[in-house]
């Protein structure tokens, strides 16, 4: 094929190499590589001039000039006059446009891979500039909750009320679904050891305390980082970048006072509610398995329920709670208000609200496992 | 109307920064009341950085900015605040609240800082939706406006508290030449009628040429500003070839 599209013929009288272009040249087609072209001065070292002929040249796009830039450039390289035959209209003034272009220049590729070392050392550094933003942000919570206490924070009940409603009933169906089926696999994974000893009524114990102790809250923090804490970042995020949070800036108002106080407040009252809700659904699960498959006693199954949840479960898990909604209000907010004005920046924004949140859920969660180990709760 | 001696807005050897980047340096400038005070330039020069400096959102890296006489970069927090009060800013976007009505957007500073009633506030945010064209879209939220809209919306919200100083981020871009020359003639009409100083960052011709009665170009190579005074004037005595250049559209 590339013999079909470029055919040469050396006339040694004048050293002049004939290169003709046949048929479409168009990035489409397959276009032979510039060496067929240059291999030509190998064979032919004392050309002196090199004849481009596009007589038979039917259709031709950007894919010739690349071609002809380079095999002029060659040229230029050594020496060799080029000229035309035949020109169709408009290509000459594109090659000499492409070749007078020598005042863009690509900066060579700078090797920017870290050593293990300045790896771990840049790790530090931006964990430290972190908790710095971390810190500045928690102190201007703090100052916007003691305005909001004081009476003196721009507080829209309206807009709160729709938070709520975001935070909780919006919830509602997802928490279900997921508490239902934690509180089934709870039971099916417990009633795999305890029918060894004869002792499936002690799921009810598994289930309720495991529920009500730390999985309800847990599973609850965890659905609402990937639901409520990226939905934050985001709408930060947007605002930020849409200059939205600068107008509050010049207008004098302190963006977390209107912006991520109420956030927090409505995850703080809403996730002590979720949880409870998913606790109970999370039981609802366990007692279905139970009495549908594992032919437990209903009333029997209550009663376990009943005696093993102490008040104390309780407490201990909405202390998880309250302290969940306070992560994943900060970490949303926090990462939706410092986003880069960009598309990328709010995805980025987004996916760390939501990482940071569970992790810190997890952290959370052991601490308080641990203080609680401690203090005997 | 009387000029004051001194002037409103008084630049002296200002620098901006980004970190170790050094955008602007050596900046000084002086805006007069009742003045349509332009900064022009390239793409990418700093105009956007400048006017972040100027209303109050990033520090610069050396310099004052003094309003009255008074510098704002010295001044403590509180007082950086009341000044700020008296700035009204049009963004580039309109950054509108997007949860909030355009009603409530003009009326939101006017129920932070005023001493006005509900219905007071209601008739004021109708008012100046009026001024800018807007009567009858205060229900309405920023989703649903067009671009022309949004904007002027902005300028509606940035005239609630009758502020001393307007500045505008870039008002026609984006904007149709029809809804461009609007705003234009809204800016003109603000000097005019209300007397209100105003700062226009823009690249637009014909919005220099329309609006501008003072300018400064900024320079992205030698970083820092390379002429000033009324754009018609510049164009006609400039020797600078940039300014030319960029007042011709490369014409000349």
């Keep these: ?377 | 109307m009387d000029m004051p001696v001194k002037p409103f807005i008084e630049v002296r050897n200002l620098d901006l920064n980004y970190d170790d980047y050094m955008v602007m340096r050596n900046l000084n400038f002086t805006v007069n009341k009742g003045e349509t005070f332009i900064i022009m330039g390239g793409s990418g020069c700093g105009k956007s950085t400048l006017l972040k400096v100027l209303i109050g959102l990033k520090e610069p890296k050396n310099g004052q900015v003094l309003y009255n006489g008074e510098d704002f970069w010295a001044a403590d927090y509180r007082r950086q605040q009341e000044m700020m009060r008296g700035f009204g800013v049009l963004y580039q976007s309109g950054a509108l609240w997007s949860s909030l009505t355009v009603g409530e957007n003009v009326a939101l500073p006017l129920q932070l800082y005023s001493s006005l009633g509900v219905s007071q506030i209601r008739d004021l945010v109708e008012l100046k939706l009026s001024l800018v064209g807007l009567e009858g879209c205060a229900d309405l939220y920023p989703g649903e406006l067009s671009g022309g809209m949004r904007k002027r919306a902005g300028l509606a919200r940035a005239l609630a508290l009758d502020p001393d100083i307007i500045f505008f981020d870039e008002p026609s871009a984006g904007l149709d030449p029809i809804s461009a020359k609007m705003l234009d003639d809204l800016i003109i009409q603000l000097r005019e009628d209300l007397g209100s100083t105003i700062v226009v960052v823009t690249h637009e011709l014909a919005s220099i040429f329309a609006v501008g009665n003072n300018a400064i170009f900024l320079d992205d190579q030698s970083k820092t500003m390379t002429a000033s005074g009324d754009p018609k004037y510049l164009l006609d005595n400039s020797r600078d070839p940039k300014v030319i250049q960029f007042l011709t559209r490369g014409r000349r």
């Excluded at chain 1, 481009?52 to 230029?76: G, M, N, R």
């Excluded at chain 1, 100052?143 to 935070?167: N, P, S, T, V, W």
């Excluded at chain 1, 437990?296 to 008040?311: G, R």
């Design chain 1, 1 to 377: 094929m590339s013999l079909e599209k470029l055919t040469f013929n050396y006339s040694q009288g004048d050293n002049a190499l004939s290169v003709r272009f046949n048929g479409v040249w168009q990035i489409f087609t397959k276009i032979p590589p510039v060496s067929e072209a240059t291999s030509q001065f190998l064979a032919y070292p004392d050309i002196k001039t090199i004849i481009l002929d596009t007589t038979e040249l039917s259709a031709w796009d950007s894919s010739l000039v690349v071609f002809l830039y380079k095999l002029i450039k060659q040229c230029q390289e050594r020496n060799i006059e080029v000229r035309y035959n035949n020109p169709p209209e408009g290509m000459e003034k594109i090659i000499a446009l492409t070749l007078t272009r020598t005042d863009i220049k690509v900066l060579p590729k700078v090797d920017v891979t870290d050593t293990f070392l300045e790896k771990v050392g840049e790790g530090f550094i931006g964990m430290g500039k972190g908790l710095f933003i971390l810190l500045d942000f928690l102190g201007e919570i703090v100052q916007a909750f003691g305005r909001l206490i004081i009476g003196k924070a721009y507080f829209r009940k309206d807009e709160f009320m729709l938070l709520l409603q975001r935070c909780g009933v919006s919830a509602l169906g997802l928490v279900s679904l997921i508490s239902l089926l934690v509180g089934v696999i709870l039971a099916f994974v417990g009633a795999m050891q305890l029918k060894l000893f004869g002792a499936q009524i002690y799921i009810a114990d598994i289930v309720g305390i495991a529920m009500v102790r730390v999985m309800g809250a847990v599973m609850t923090g965890i659905l609402m980082s990937g639901r409520t804490g990226a939905s934050f970042a985001a709408e930060l995020g947007i605002m930020q970048t849409n200059e939205e949070i600068d107008a509050f800036k010049t207008l004098g108002v302190d963006p977390v006072e209107f912006l991520v106080v109420p956030r927090i407040l409505a995850l703080v009252i809403m996730m002590p509610l979720l949880t409870l809700y998913a606790n109970l659904m999370g039981i609802l699960g366990g007692f279905a398995i139970s009495v549908s498959m594992l032919n437990l006693n209903p009333v029997e199954y209550i009663n376990h329920t009943q005696a093993a949840v102490k008040m104390s479960n309780l407490w201990v898990g909405l202390a998880h709670s309250v302290v969940f909604g306070i992560i994943i209000a900060i970490s949303g907010c926090l990462r939706g208000i410092r986003c880069e004005r960009s598309a990328s920046g709010v995805g980025e924004a987004t996916t760390s609200a939501v990482v940071t949140a569970i992790t810190s859920i997890v952290i959370a969660t052991a601490v308080i496992t641990f203080i609680c180990q401690v203090l005997g709760v």
